[in-house]
């Protein structure tokens, strides 16, 4: 089959819609002969007969039908096409919302972001972060809350589509004086002896830390339960408990409190994040813009430190 003509196809969408040749030629401000020489045309080339005449005008054949239906999926192609190109010429303009999980807020996501706005191309761009829990990140990107999830790939994601982001590792932190302290790498079950200083129980971390401990044979004993990651790390520097949190975000915090912090060497403990969103159609040129540069940013990151 030639290649259809783009022209031949919207006209031939306007005669099934007005389902006359002297109403489309109107409304196409074109005259109706030459409509009737492209529909001919259309019909030599896809070897089929399109258009059944009726006493008050035309309907679409079995065969227009189908060609319809491609027709209008490639005219809303085209005006897709069209709208995100124009926004290229004319700045990219909209609000994205993101939702995020607290790991993903707390690590690299708000500096990925302000590097993305800090584009002069991006100055139209307005965008807002929400942190949540990683079941509430999943349902508000389902629900169409916000254009892009972030969140841990251990989510269930079946509905969405994801790319990768960043990577992290868990790791234990404890004051400069606890027996752990000297350790390069340890187990989490050694730490199962000591209180600890946890998240909300309904966190992604906290739900499979609490499995870890099942497996090991031994309990999870929280002393205090925290909001965040600064306030867990507060509380261990008081040498209250010690608490499991991503290297990336307790080593900023470790120098200036005298924390050590040793890295889990279990193989869960190195997580990775992902980028979900319902459909690339569904996402505006701004979303897409952001979303090409999270996936980016992710591809460039060098690999966690020390690890």
């Not at 030599?44 to 189908?66: D, K, Q």
Request: with cysteine.
């Amino acid at each position: 089959m030639r290649d259809l003509d783009f022209t031949s196809l919207r006209l031939f969408a306007l005669v099934c819609e007005t389902r006359n040749i002297a109403r489309a030629s109107e409304r196409a401000n074109i005259a109706g002969s030459a409509i009737s020489k492209r529909l001919a045309q259309l019909e030599h080339t896809v070897g089929a007969r399109l258009l059944v005449r009726r006493r008050h005008g035309v309907e679409p054949s079995a065969a227009g039908e189908t060609l319809l239906e491609h027709a209008r999926s490639i005219m809303a192609s085209a005006a897709r096409i069209e709208r995100d190109m124009l926004s290229y010429t004319k700045g990219v303009t909209g609000l994205v919302r993101i939702l995020a999980s607290s790991s993903a807020m707390a690590e690299s996501l708000p500096d990925d972001v302000a590097r993305f706005l800090k584009e002069p191309a991006h100055a139209d761009i307005r965008v807002d972060l929400e942190e949540g829990l990683s079941h509430q990140v999943i349902r508000g990107v389902r629900e169409g809350m916000a254009s892009i999830g972030i969140c841990w790939d251990a989510a269930d994601f079946k509905g969405l589509r994801a790319r990768p982001y960043r990577e992290d590792r868990l790791a234990i932190a404890v004051p400069a004086g606890h027996p752990l302290a000297a350790r390069k790498r340890v187990s989490f079950a050694q730490t199962l002896d000591y209180e600890h200083a946890g998240m909300p129980t309904a966190s992604a971390v906290q739900v499979l830390l609490h499995r870890a401990a099942a497996q090991a044979g031994k309990p999870l004993i929280h002393r205090v339960i925290v909001a965040n990651f600064d306030s867990a790390l507060r509380v261990v520097q008081a040498g209250l408990a010690i608490t499991i949190v991503p290297v990336e975000v307790a080593s900023p915090y470790a120098r200036g409190a005298g924390l050590r912090i040793v890295p889990l060497e279990d193989a869960w403990a190195r997580r990775r994040f992902m980028l979900c969103f319902r459909d690339a159609d569904s996402l505006t040129p701004a979303a897409r813009l952001l979303l090409d540069h999270l996936a980016g940013a992710a591809d460039a990151a060098p690999a966690p430190a020390g690890l």
